[in-house]
């Protein structure tokens, strides 16, 4: 074929797929969903943390934690205080990428490592661990962060060395700390009461992030900065930031910061307990409402996943602010919309519920928004 | 810090119990525990509900956070993109389908407060607080016997025990003791504390442990804005002692140059944030602002400050001892300015250090001791004979909080989030012996708040109405509600 005839037949053709009734730019949506309960060997169905780990899922639970295998989608092993497991309740998860070591966020009970089947345990009172209440914890380098109720503690795992951050060294106007992450040479704590801090480690040097209106009672502007001092998570991904809150969520390019309410978004909820992000564009917030996704940032563009509360059943709402654009119902996705925590690897999405885990699974997932025609309501009822 | 014996208030009835099962066919809510038909229905909804539902329980909407009069709104002049705390926050888990357990012999709730010495954050040296923990364990203590006096938890027949620990503010340890609360002694709700460091740190751990906190003892605004639905508070806090006595000073008193010294913790940086912030949106700006260290005897560098700037008008904010001394060494310097100051100078202690200069101080007080409440001289009575001593404003809100959450245990059963419920959604004002008590959208005590004033050797306690405070304009809608200047609303 000539070049001529081939760049109109490309042209015809194009202009005909865009001209197809209900075909636009649209999210990916997950419809294919696994839940996991105490029924799949769960140890307990309230979910604190979850953590994807190649062909690992790591489940910290109110009561224990569980590992899950991709390949056989199976519960293959437990540990409760029974087995070593040095606290019940694990709130935070992160693996060393150099090592494999598990590193476990207890809820009261300190720090964990597995390592080679074995916990190691650190607390208050034979460490540098400033609090025993652990909420989050984060590998970065050859050091572990964890994010405690009473300001944060670095540990070095090749010298032994601890530092503790609180408001006498830090940034913090409160000490309590709530999340912690690590990417790309910076270190973000989410403080709850001291928006967030920002730890670059090549520099040695932190940067605060508060909220410019400096009330806890309103939100002045919209996109003035973060949007309240007390968050729950911090993930900085290609050079974003992405906050959680009680009060909504945000996102910082490096210079223009953006807000998201329910009320001018596909949030489901203004209280979000946590988030992950998947790159610039994308991030997963964990509401008490269901499970909020911004697929694409620049159009604002969202999915919220809610389950039907009296069915086996559940939906994803697609939303460009808070115009509906497409409503997927499903069979069920999520075991229960109050999320607590949520993990992405490449394609798939990870949720820890109050009663179960969710695992989303991204067949032909795909990035930001594609032209696809709508899917038709109740036709995909992909269920476990 | 080693935990406390558990202390048991059992009367010697309960020694022979064992646990008994509710009978299929009993009524809702046990004879002898007062319900009105809205928390009846509100108990209804929720005992319908599976693990995956939410019943509408008609929650609480206010137009105005916290009452706040139009011309001390933050940002008056702009519409702010979104508010908060005016609509109450739901509990959105699974916790109302957990059934009542069998195996409980005792229903236990936890005390969290500052009732043994240790080292202080704030200070660097002896802790402070502990007068006002030790009656707040006395408050809660006695609710806990009277409860266990009229039959214990009703459904079972079986105690009430009251879970002591000390909140001893070292390095988050109140936190722990939350979990301890939550996992280990498995307690069906918490009352504490007064530190509002620690009563943060409490309530964020008994957030996702999902158990109710009762705060009665910390003033601290930003305790309940925090959209925490499982934090509530009974006592007035100091918003809306701050909102007063800016309206004293400014609006009724004319004082042009307010000058504030005030501790250098949590308690006195949050103390006096209303007062300056109100002051300055009336247009009279605080003219300086000195804060101290605690434990400290020589206040000499911050009141020279204070004098260099004139002031007409003194506000204090710290603890009882600190006022004392900082009241004396002004007066005894010749400073005759009027001096306000906060709650915690109504004291014995505040009196003894003060000698002849308390005369005339003025304070915010949450709660009016001298009211004619019928049940405030009852609990007065009973709390002489069981303690020889009198009760205080720790001891009174303790008792207050402590029987609302044994209130909403008799009503609710054994099961934290109807317990939440039950008291969250609860339309009538507690009949507390501190006075009625309202609870805003945010689960704060929206009641009065009072001026306590030392005149003729003792502290006379004065409302808004008794002094002919004016206050302002309270615009019916909320700010996102509201067109930009409107006259009428700003007035």
């Given at each position: 074929m000539k070049p001529f005839a081939a760049c109109l037949l490309f042209i015809t053709l194009g202009s005909a797929l865009a001209a197809e009734p209900g075909a636009e730019k649209l999210p990916y949506v997950y419809t294919k969903w696994k839940q996991f309960t105490?029924?799949?060997?769960?140890?307990?169905?309230?979910?604190?943390?979850?953590?994807?780990?190649?062909?690992?899922?790591?489940?910290?639970?109110?009561?224990?934690?569980?590992?899950?295998?991709?390949?056989?989608?199976?519960?293959?092993?437990?540990?409760?205080?029974?087995?070593?497991?040095?606290?019940?309740?694990?709130?935070?998860?992160?693996?060393?990428?150099?090592?494999?070591?598990?590193w476990l966020a207890l809820f009261g009970g300190g720090l964990a490592r597995l390592s080679g089947g074995r916990f190691d345990h650190w607390h208050q009172l034979n460490s540098g661990l400033v609090n025993d209440v652990v909420y989050g914890v984060a590998v970065e380098n050859d050091n572990v962060w964890a994010a405690t109720t009473a300001g944060a503690s670095r540990y070095n795992t090749v010298t032994g060395e601890w530092t503790i951050f609180t408001e006498k060294n830090a940034p913090m106007e409160e000490i309590w700390n709530y999340g912690v992450h690590y990417r790309d040479g910076k270190v973000h704590l989410a403080v709850w009461g001291s928006g967030v801090l920002e730890y670059d480690v090549k520099e040695n040097r932190w940067k605060d992030y508060l909220d410019p209106d400096g009330e806890m009672e309103i939100d002045l502007y919209r996109d003035d900065g973060i949007i309240h001092v007390i968050t729950t998570g911090a993930n900085y991904v290609d050079g974003v930031?992405?906050?959680?809150?009680?009060?909504?969520?945000?996102?910082?390019?490096?210079?223009?910061?953006?807000?998201?309410?329910?009320?001018?978004?596909?949030?489901?909820?203004?209280?979000?307990?946590?988030?992950?992000?998947r790159s610039g564009r994308e991030a997963w917030f964990a509401s008490d409402k269901g499970l909020g996704a911004i697929m694409d940032a620049e159009t604002n563009t969202w999915v919220a996943y809610t389950r039907d509360p009296k069915s086996d059943s559940g939906k994803a709402v697609v939303m460009r602010d808070k115009t509906v654009l497409e409503t997927v119902e499903m069979g069920l996705n999520l075991p229960h919309n109050f999320i607590i925590a949520v993990d992405v690897d490449d394609r798939d999405v990870f949720v820890g519920t109050a009663k179960g885990l969710a695992w989303g699974i991204g067949e032909g997932y795909y990035s930001g928004l594609r032209e696809r025609p709508r899917m038709l309501a109740a036709t995909r009822r992909d269920v476990k | 810090?080693?935990?406390?014996?558990?202390?048991?208030?059992?009367?010697?009835?309960?020694?022979?119990?064992?646990?008994?099962?509710?009978?299929?066919?009993?009524?809702?809510?046990?004879?002898?525990?007062?319900?009105?038909?809205?928390?009846?229905e509100v108990l209804k909804r929720i005992l319908a509900v599976g693990p995956y539902e939410v019943p509408d329980l008609q929650l609480r909407r206010d137009t105005a956070y916290a009452k706040t009069p139009v011309d001390y709104e933050p940002y008056g002049k702009i519409k702010p993109y979104k508010e908060h705390f005016l609509e109450q926050m739901q509990y959105w888990g699974p916790g109302r389908a957990i059934p009542e357990p069998e195996d409980v012999r005792t229903v236990k709730i936890g005390f969290i407060g500052p009732i043994m010495s240790t080292v202080s954050v704030a200070t660097g040296g002896a802790s402070h607080e502990e007068s006002m923990g030790i009656k707040m364990l006395?408050?809660?203590?006695?609710?806990?016997?009277?409860?266990?006096?009229?039959?214990?938890?009703?459904?079972?027949?079986?105690?009430?025990?009251?879970?002591?620990?000390?909140?001893?503010?070292?390095?988050?340890?109140?936190?722990?003791?939350?979990?301890?609360?939550?996992?280990?002694?498995?307690?069906?709700?918490?009352?504490?504390?007064?530190?509002?460091?620690?009563?943060?740190?409490?309530i964020r751990v008994a957030l996702k442990a999902e158990v109710v906190v009762m705060n009665t003892g910390d003033t601290d605004p930003t305790y309940i804005e925090t959209n925490i639905p499982w934090t509530m508070r009974c006592i007035g806090d100091d918003r809306q002692m701050g909102y007063l006595m800016v309206d004293y000073m400014i609006r009724k008193m004319d004082y042009k140059?307010?000058?504030?010294?005030?501790?250098?913790?949590?308690?006195?940086?949050?103390?006096?944030?209303?007062?300056?912030?109100?002051?300055?949106?009336?247009?009279?700006?605080?003219?300086?602002?000195?804060?101290?260290?605690?434990?400290?005897?020589?206040?000499?560098?911050?009141?020279?400050?204070?004098?260099?700037?004139?002031?007409?008008?003194?506000?204090?904010?710290?603890?009882?001892?600190?006022?004392?001394?900082?009241?004396?060494?002004?007066?005894?310097?010749?400073?005759?300015?009027?001096?306000?100051?906060?709650?915690?100078?109504?004291?014995?202690?505040?009196?003894?250090?003060?000698?002849?200069?308390?005369?005339?101080?003025?304070?915010?007080?949450?709660?009016?001791?001298?009211?004619?409440?019928?049940?405030?001289?009852?609990?007065?009575?009973?709390?002489?004979?069981?303690?020889?001593?009198e009760p205080d404003t720790y001891a009174a809100h303790a008792y207050d909080g402590m029987n609302m959450l044994i209130w909403a245990i008799q009503v609710a059963g054994l099961n934290r989030a109807r317990i939440r419920d039950i008291l969250a959604t609860r339309v009538k004002p507690w009949p507390g012996v501190t006075g009625d008590i309202p609870f805003s959208a945010v689960l704060?005590?929206?009641?009065?708040?009072?001026?306590?004033?030392?005149?003729?050797?003792?502290w006379r306690y004065y409302s808004r109405e008794d002094l002919q405070i004016p206050r302002g304009y309270i615009p019916p809608r909320e700010r996102t509600a509201r067109g930009l200047m409107n006259p009428a609303e700003t007035r």
């Open positions: 105490v029924k799949d060997g769960l140890p307990d169905d309230h979910i604190f943390a979850v953590k994807s780990d190649g062909d690992r899922i790591w489940v910290g639970t109110e009561n224990g934690l569980a590992l899950i295998d991709k390949k056989t989608a199976k519960v293959v092993k437990v540990w409760t205080e029974k087995d070593g497991l040095p606290w019940r309740a694990v709130t935070g998860i992160d693996v060393d990428p150099k090592t494999g070591d598990v930031l992405w906050v959680s809150s009680y009060f909504g969520a945000c996102r910082y390019d490096g210079r223009n910061w953006r807000g998201y309410y329910n009320m001018d978004s596909g949030l489901p909820s203004d209280f979000n307990n946590n988030l992950r992000a | 810090m080693k935990r406390l014996l558990p202390l048991l208030a059992i009367s010697v009835m309960f020694a022979a119990d064992t646990p008994k099962k509710a009978p299929a066919n009993e009524p809702l809510v046990p004879p002898g525990v007062e319900v009105d038909e809205h928390t009846l006395q408050g809660a203590r006695l609710a806990i016997e009277e409860a266990n006096a009229r039959g214990g938890y009703l459904r079972r027949k079986i105690p009430f025990e009251l879970v002591v620990t000390n909140d001893n503010g070292l390095w988050g340890s109140s936190g722990n003791e939350i979990v301890n609360f939550a996992y280990k002694d498995h307690v069906w709700a918490i009352l504490g504390t007064i530190d509002s460091a620690n009563s943060h740190i409490a140059r307010i000058a504030i010294i005030r501790s250098s913790n949590r308690y006195g940086r949050f103390g006096v944030r209303e007062i300056k912030d109100s002051a300055r949106r009336l247009g009279r700006p605080v003219v300086i602002e000195m804060a101290y260290q605690l434990g400290k005897d020589d206040y000499s560098l911050q009141i020279d400050r204070i004098a260099e700037v004139r002031p007409d008008v003194i506000v204090h904010w710290g603890d009882a001892r600190e006022a004392a001394i900082i009241l004396r060494q002004l007066r005894e310097r010749g400073m005759t300015q009027p001096f306000l100051t906060s709650d915690r100078a109504v004291s014995k202690e505040f009196l003894k250090l003060a000698g002849p200069y308390a005369d005339g101080v003025i304070a915010g007080y949450p709660w009016n001791p001298d009211s004619n409440n019928p049940r405030l001289a009852e609990f007065r009575e009973r709390f002489r004979k069981r303690f020889n001593d704060d005590d929206a009641g009065e708040v009072y001026l306590a004033k030392f005149e003729g050797g003792r």
